[in-house]
């Protein structure tokens, strides 16, 4: 064994089979594009920085809602509940009306936010940088709004599924 890394990374179906056993939260990025609602889901959502309030998530390069989400002069962070695979699935789907069957009011800057979804984060684009093939979208929190702090979707695998607390000792 050789202590040396090499020069290149490994290749992509060893890196998605790793990165397969780490579990994420899951949220639906909503903006308003003219009279267009637009949304996608995103499992890479974090907190970036308490001061100023930052959050951020990564978006695929070859997206085709990013060029109309780019635009957006705010988005809203929808934090999905453990009982919203579907909501979370109807996002991520190409080629489909993802607002049509789907719940929403619009929000204090327009930017649709989703129903019965556990917190709403209202951001102003802060930066973007284009990492790789996705882009890094960092938001700064306008307003946040929790309404059900309970269980949250997860991903994990490639499936969807809910966080179960280890029985207090």
Do not use: K
Request: aromatic letters at 8%; glycine letters at 8%.
């Amino acid at each position: 064994m050789t202590d040396t890394l090499p020069e290149q990374g490994i290749a992509a179906e060893p890196f998605r089979q790793a990165l397969a056993v780490h579990a994420s939260g899951v949220v639906v990025i909503t903006a308003r594009c003219g009279a267009e609602p637009v949304g996608l889901t995103a499992t890479s959502f974090s907190s970036v920085s308490l001061e100023p309030p930052l959050v951020s998530f990564y978006v695929d390069s070859s997206s085709t809602t990013w060029p109309r989400l780019r635009t957006a002069d705010h988005f809203a962070v929808n934090i999905l509940s453990s009982d919203q695979a579907d909501l979370a699935a109807r996002f991520a789907r190409r080629g489909v009306d993802r607002f049509e069957g789907t719940r929403w009011q619009p929000g204090p800057f327009g930017a649709p936010l989703l129903q019965d979804v556990s917190a709403h984060l209202v951001c102003l684009p802060y930066e973007r940088v284009e990492v790789g093939d996705h882009i890094l979208v960092a938001g700064l929190v306008a307003q946040a709004r929790v309404h059900t702090p309970g269980r949250p979707l997860l991903y994990h695998q490639g499936r969807f599924g809910r966080f179960l607390a280890h029985p207090e000792t």
